[in-house]
């Protein structure tokens, strides 16, 4: 069975730090495409960090230099580490994980990061 389950959500002040990790499992890891989604309610999903197998990363504007993106292969896990948070990162984060060229895809059940004073 190919589950993705999300860990490291919490409340944090302004400014603040959070890793996020999705340890996956039933997916060939190494071969995917692992990506950070997030979505608050009214708004449609967004896509906040993407690495590929071969290790390139993209980011969100809204989020670069304050958020990495990470995958370790040995343990099929994909970070996210979240540096200077603002009350606007507040949303559900969702993993995500799918293949070039590939309809289908994974999504985890998400993790919620609040950003409050």
């Known amino acids: 069975q190919v589950q993705l389950v999300e860990s490291g959500g919490g409340l944090v002040q302004p400014g603040g730090s959070l890793r996020l990790s999705c340890a996956t499992s039933?997916?060939?890891?190494?071969?995917?495409?692992m990506a950070w989604y997030r979505q608050t309610p009214g708004r449609e999903r967004e896509l906040v960090a993407q690495i590929t197998s071969s290790a390139a990363t993209n980011y969100a504007d809204s989020v670069k230099g304050r958020f990495t993106i990470s995958r370790d292969n040995a343990k099929r896990t994909v970070y996210l580490e979240m540096n200077t948070l603002k009350p606007d990162d507040t949303a559900v984060y969702y993993c995500?994980?799918?293949?070039?060229?590939?309809?289908?895809?994974?999504w985890g059940q998400g993790t919620q990061v609040t950003v409050s004073s």
């Open positions: 039933g997916i060939s890891f190494s071969i995917y495409i």
């Open positions: 995500n994980a799918k293949r070039s060229n590939y309809e289908s895809a994974f």
